[in-house]
């Protein structure tokens, strides 16, 4: 039956497809009762292809038994809707669909290269369907009781549209905005929200598509650069962004003669004034007085200080973080548990060996190197890279860094979705080790249409030259979710900064203070070594560059150095007062760096702990808060203002609380992202267990011998 | 004779006191409530054992001013506060600390009968280290004198850590180093000294309050009834010596032939009712292994008696026998006359090997974890290294063998049959982890208490042999850390289900100290786990929610599971936590109990002036009142 076949898979090297002809025993009892069956079609959506008959299972499921329904491949999604009873429908699809949110977006397939090479495409087409979805899903779909042609089309439909490449044009985003009827401002989600539109307008995310933003932002952090605004139609470099800030004393001429080249763009000032900036590297034909020119533009910025670190040299490429993330996202794609199990075994020495906390670890040490030099030593930071990536996923952490947690804060929109795929794990990760943060991560997912529209639109700015595309922002939840389930993207223990001043610079004074009574002592560095280099050395540098890519091969040899004085910069963190809103440094210790579960293991059943979880206290927490507010009311209305300081309590808060605590019991740690009402209260119990221990053959002499050696009557 | 023996060291443990934790928290619980703005590193300072943490490290501990100068009016004395019947046995100046996080101090040390003592008074704020002598487990000096005439002693301590101190050589050569002297109070038991427990103890008589009862703890269980009896058999430990007096056998099975099983069964450990599902009637019993033999022997009383057990349950017609060991050790056993149930001979009975080491195994792999953490951490290679100590492994194999355990009981509705060799380590490892997911009493702080006195000390745990206390004799075959690795697990459990258990990490943490510093049975089993407010404050989980008769089926997967930092790393400042969570939680529950009061004292002036007050009286306050019992 279907479980001979999910083992069968299982051995054999990660099988995509299976073309087994499975065998008759499943019978189709179930005639689908209506043919055509669609899920709800977002606008500008077209189904492309579907198959009814066509059996989704799980390899895990208990009961053995698959539901059948209908496979439909659209322009945006592949989606199965289940035949079975309306109401059970509604429990299934939330299943597939990720409470009722949009399932797997064609793009994000990823199958094995040997289909997409066309060939067996064409003539064949298999019984058995698995797809790996990039969020590590895993879907399994057999094919063999829908009709042949059904079957062929559906499976070539999804190949070709999940599989091949295309263009961006044909993205689902670019029909889906044009569809969309979304005035600027309000938007026509305002039924979907009850909290009323100003509340809304005031939230609304700042998109750095105006000079206005810019200038706000600066101002916010009372940076003292100029904004940039002659590129707005590409002229100066297509390769920069509409609008950028530069230091004061970058000069007109400066802009145009270099075509924008080695421009320091500002980021982020430090309230001691010093800031932090980012160029991509210069290329080496130019002349020595371009970067000295901008050095000292950089300088002039504040007390003429400035520091380079050139990313390139320091960090894992790109291509190191790809194969990394290869290795590492292979163990979450796991189609039945056996193989879960088996792998369960070397677990550690997997993810040790894949890297990817190591580069993790990285990253957050040569933020934290950043902000040591910003918030300690008050100069101005440069940081280069040949790869962009890493030069802008350091300058999104320090510049979301110290203030991710103000609400009115958003990042830079281009960086952050250049970086979504290698930096967010790192994000969260940060947010993780300083645990209140949890919302943070879900915004992260990259689950919605717009924000496809927003990747696309990064990559191919110069559209925008052919006329404003106005594209959807994924900020803007109510789009996708409504009001219940947007409560669980905040973190009740959440404190807003006090407000006893409307004026957002006093907020930032204590903080200053602060960092002026520390004793000098505490800050006293030893000479560094190695990454922060002054100006000559860097120069030369920049020159006579050749790339070092050594950080993979030995992360520990060459950085000692480093991470010793980040580690002072840490120690000498940790004995002050934790403010939340001012500096928050991440624990970069070994068991300190641990994998985002929730995201990485969501979708697999033998890891989800039914009834407990992260989430058994975030509802227990929200209660609580519930209970709070609750209270507060009913001593507002006895006309009594007890002086509230606990800000977590916000008004959204109840409602997370009343579904959060509705049944923490039966909730899984999964949840919110799957809701397991379909799952039998069943533990899973690893099967094979023993042989790893004797194999490798710890102290076999040991093992063998008797618990109790000696004679026991001769013991106390 | 060796049962008593135990059973009397325990005894006498049991009437001494635990005033100096008491003492320690409360000098430490006052710091606390200052550090409450702030409150970072919360408490790893609750036991005796630990008032050096909070010392230890007070530089790096944040933002508790008076705090530190709590400390400093502490320490300005020379000595430690003693306990009644502790005696300063030594003190020398000058001697040096080497800290692995902080470096070398200088200072004084003490020693007592009970303790080792450390102040250095260079530092602002001073310095303090204080440790009971029963954490260390081996005094060796390092080399021979420097080039600075300084000779270096170092201390291996029970709790993964080490310490290092050094002194001048001393100029009388017939003086004793302080280290001697230190060497023949930390192992009494090998000097001829009697522990410090027993001196101590004598002060504090015992009045008779215990948290454990036997029959009171059965009686919960709804025992007797029809099914099952309690046998007074073992009232003189005739039957077996490391059990308790009283045990809870099949009704059918005559106290005669009780005796007989027992001559089957290693050391005459019975199978005996550790649990009874309050539906079902399938029940968790525990034993030592049949002593088959190489030649296969059988006793058909041990049959009828399984059969017995089997037949008490009329849900399920089959007997699931859990051995903890792996299939080889097992037959292994055979040559020594031991070996395991065929299932030719037990009839209805399905046999389960569970895998899991034995006690050298394990002591193994607690050194290598030692040597992994301590005193710092490879970055580069952690995993692997944590890997390849095979600790997490170990804990992996113990909890999927107590949750196949819980399965086959809650989910199966059959009785089980748990032994390993003697019934006295892996067993109550399984068994008492299966009832700690299978009865929400357990998750409580009273009833975690229960639980261990139950399926530890009175089931013959042997706390002494695998802890070494006052014994010298650090390479004993007979050390292991099966307890340890116990906490360990319901740790693991209580990671996973956080709202579910009573008591938090501390409390655990708390508990292990204890069981170093000698005064573990203490601990245990008398007064003073009568908590004070302050203690149990401390020990509270503050989301602790109810759910009495909820099932835990913890995942046992190693992606679920994770190295104890708070206790195996808990030396290691950097590894503190960043931010008080814990405080947050209690804050907001006192936020909540605060306006609790406001409204209903608010209520109640309604009511009072109004007349027709009658409505407001319930009122939507009601609704709101919480249903858990935590404030």
Request: glycine share 4%.
């Amino acid at each position: 039956m279907l479980s001979s076949l999910g083992s069968a898979a299982g051995k054999s090297a990660k099988p995509s497809f299976v073309s087994y002809v499975t065998p008759e025993e499943i019978k189709s009892e179930k005639e689908p009762s209506r043919k055509e069956k669609h899920p709800d079609l977002l606008p500008g959506e077209v189904v492309f292809c579907s198959a009814s008959t066509v059996l989704k299972y799980t390899q895990d499921d208990l009961s053995q038994r698959g539901v059948f329904g209908a496979l439909l491949c659209t322009n945006f999604r592949v989606s199965f809707v289940s035949d079975e009873a309306p109401t059970e429908e509604m429990v299934r699809t939330a299943v597939t669909l990720n409470n009722g949110q949009f399932d797997r977006s064609l793009h994000r397939y990823e199958d094995k290269k040997k289909l997409i090479t066309g060939g067996l495409v064409k003539n064949k087409y298999p019984s058995k369907i698995i797809i790996h979805c990039k969020d590590l899903r895993v879907f399994q779909f057999s094919l063999t009781f829908a009709k042949e042609e059904d079957a062929k089309k559906i499976f070539q439909g999804i190949v070709h549209h999940c599989l091949e490449p295309k263009s961006l044009r044909c993205l689902f985003a670019f029909s889906y905005c044009e569809n969309t009827s979304y005035p600027e401002g309000i938007g026509n989600d305002s039924t979907l929200c009850f909290s009323p539109p100003e509340v809304q307008r005031k939230k609304q995310t700042v998109m750095f598509d105006s000079v206005e933003d810019w200038t706000q932002d600066m101002k916010r952090t009372k940076g003292n650069c100029r904004v940039v605004s002659e590129n707005s139609n590409f002229e100066l470099s297509p390769k920069l962004p509409q609008l950028f800030i530069v230091p004061t004393n970058v000069s007109d001429e400066d802009l145009t003669k270099y075509q924008g080249k080695g421009l320091p763009m500002w980021c982020w000032s430090h309230h001691s004034g010093c800031g932090l900036f980012k160029t991509a590297s210069i290329p080496l034909v130019q002349e020595d007085n371009v970067f000295c020119r901008m050095l000292t533009a950089v300088a002039h910025n504040h007390l003429y200080s400035v520091k380079t670190e050139d990313l390139s040299d320091t960090l894992p490429t790109v291509q190191d973080i790809q194969l990394s993330y290869n290795k590492f996202k292979q163990f979450f794609l796991i189609d039945n548990t056996t193989e879960f199990w088996m792998s369960d075994m070397k677990w550690f020495s997997s993810l040790d060996n894949c890297g990817w906390l190591d580069i993790i670890r990285q990253c957050l040490q040569k933020a934290v190197e950043v902000v040591e030099c910003l918030e300690k030593e008050n100069t101005n930071v440069l940081i280069m890279g040949k790869d962009q990536l890493f030069e802008e996923g350091c300058i999104l952490f320090d510049k979301g860094w110290p203030h991710i947690l103000c609400p009115d804060i958003l990042f830079d929109i281009y960086i952050f979705f250049t970086l979504l795929e290698n930096v967010c794990p790192t994000m969260t990760l940060v947010t993780e080790v300083n645990s209140p943060y949890q919302p943070v991560p879900y915004t992260l997912y990259p689950h919605t249409p717009s924000l496809t529209v927003c990747l696309s639109w990064q990559a191919e700015s110069p559209y925008t030259q052919r006329g404003p595309l106005n594209c959807l922002t994924v900020w803007d939840w109510s789009v996708q979710f409504d009001c219940k389930a947007q409560d669980l993207f905040t973190n009740p223990l959440y404190t807003e900064k006090p407000k006893q001043d409307t004026s957002v610079r006093k907020s930032y004074r204590p903080k200053h203070l602060r960092q002026l009574s520390l004793p000098s002592s505490a800050f006293k560095t030893p000479p560094k070594k190695g990454f922060f280099k002054d100006e000559a050395d860097n120069l030369k540098k920049i020159l006579g560059v050749k790339r070092l890519s050594r950080w993979m091969l030995s992360p520990s040899s060459d950085s000692p150095q480093t991470s010793s004085s980040v580690r002072e910069f840490y120690e000498a963190w940790q004995t002050k007062p934790l403010d939340y809103h001012g500096l928050l440094l991440p624990c970069l210790d070994g068991p300190s760096i641990r994998v985002w579960m929730q995201r990485y293991l969501r979708w697999i059943h033998d890891v989800q702990i039914l009834g407990g979880g992260p989430v058994a206290v975030l509802s227990k927490i929200s209660e609580i808060l519930g209970e709070v507010q609750e209270l507060q009311r009913e001593l507002d209305r006895y006309g009594c203002t007890l002086t509230s300081n606990h800000k977590g309590a916000r008004p959204r808060a109840k409602t997370a609380a009343v579904i959060a605590a509705r049944s923490s019991v039966r909730l899984s740690s999964s949840f919110p992202f799957v809701t397991s009402r379909n799952w039998s209260f069943k533990p899973a119990i690893p099967t094979s267990l023993l042989q790893s221990l004797m194999v490798t053959g710890m102290a076999g002499n040991l093992a063998n011998r008797e618990d109790d050696g000696g004679d026991p009557e001769s013991l106390v | 004779m060796e049962k008593s023996g135990s059973i009397d060291s325990l005894g006498s443990k049991q009437s001494s006191s635990r005033q100096p934790s008491v003492d320690s928290l409360s000098s430490t619980s006052t710091s606390r409530s200052d550090r409450s703005t702030h409150a970072a590193k919360t408490p790893y300072a609750m036991s005796s054992d630990n008032v050096s943490t909070s010392t230890e490290f007070s530089p790096e501990l944040r933002g508790r001013p008076k705090a530190v100068a709590k400390v400093l009016r502490d320490s300005n004395k020379e000595e430690p506060q003693l306990l009644p019947k502790e005696s300063v046995q030594d003190m020398a100046k000058d001697v040096t600390y080497i800290c692995p996080y902080i470096g070398a101090l200088r200072g004084t040390l003490t020693v007592t009968n009970y303790r080792l003592f450390f102040r250095c008074m260079d530092r602002e704020p001073a310095f303090v280290l204080d440790l009971p002598l029963g954490v260390v487990s081996r005094v060796e000096k390092i080399g021979g004198a420097s080039s600075r005439g300084e000779v270096s002693y170092g201390l291996v301590c029970k709790d993964i850590r080490n310490l290092r101190f050094a002194h001048k050589q001393m100029e009388d050569s017939l003086r004793k180093s302080i280290f001697e002297i230190l060497m023949k109070f930390a192992f009494p038991v090998s000097n001829g000294l009697p522990t410090f427990a027993f001196e101590y103890g004598q002060v504090y008589p015992e009045n008779g309050w215990k948290v454990y009862d036997a029959q009171v703890e059965y009686k919960r269980q709804g025992l007797p009834n029809e099914s099952w009896r309690i046998t007074k058999v073992n009232d003189h430990y005739e039957v077996c010596d490391t059990y308790p007096s009283n045990l809870v056998v099949p009704v059918n099975i005559p106290d005669e032939e009780l005796k007989r099983v027992a001559a089957f069964r290693a050391k005459g450990r019975i199978p005996v009712l550790s649990w009874i599902h309050p539906e079902s009637q399938a029940t968790v019993t525990r034993c030592s292994q049949p002593m088959v033999g190489v030649n296969g022997k059988r006793s058909k009383d041990d049959e009828k008696y399984l059969q017995a057990i089997m037949d008490a349950n009329a849900q399920s017609h089959k007997l699931f026998i859990f051995d903890a060991r792996p299939s080889v050790n097992a037959a292994a056993n055979k040559m020594k006359g031991g070996g395991y149930e065929s299932e030719d001979a037990y009839q209805n009975a399905e046999l389960v090997f569970l895998d899991i080491h034995n006690i050298h195994v394990m002591r193994e792999s607690l050194r290598k974890l030692k040597e992994v953490v301590y005193p710092n951490i490879e970055e580069s290679h952690w995993l692997s290294n944590l890997e390849s100590t095979h600790w997490l492994e170990h804990i992996k194999l113990i909890l999927a063998g107590a949750l196949r355990i819980a399965d086959k009981v809650e989910s199966g509705k059959t009785s089980v049959v748990v032994h390993c060799s003697d019934g006295w380590d892996r067993t109550a490892q399984l068994t008492s982890l299966a009832m700690l997911m299978l009865d929400g009493h357990y998750r409580t702080i009273r009833g975690f208490q229960v639980l261990l006195e139950k399926e530890w000390l009175s089931f013959g745990h042997r706390f002494q042999l695998r802890i070494g206390h006052g014994d010298k004799n650090h390479t004993d075959a007979d050390r292991s850390p099966v307890f340890l690795q116990f906490i360990d697990c319901v740790w693991q459990i209580t990671r996973q289900f956080p709202a579910a258990f009573e008591f938090n990490e501390y409390f655990l943490v708390t508990i292990l100290d204890h069981m170093y510093s000698c005064l573990f049975g203490t601990f245990m089993c008398n007064k003073n786990l009568k908590l004070n407010s302050i203690q149990l404050e401390e020990f509270t989980n503050p989301l602790y929610v109810n759910y009495s008769n909820h099932v835990l089926f913890p995942v046992v997967s190693m992606r679920h599971l994770e190295l104890w930092v708070g206790y195996y790393i808990r030396w290691n400042p950097r590894m503190r936590p960043q931010e008080p969570v814990h405080q947050r939680y209690k804050e907001l529950l006192a936020k909540r109990a605060e306006l609790q009061k406001r409204v209903e004292e608010l209520q109640r002036d309604v009511t009072n002036r109004s007349a027709s007050s009658s409505e407001r009286a319930g009122s939507p306050t009601r609704s709101i009142t919480p249903v858990q019992t935590f404030v």
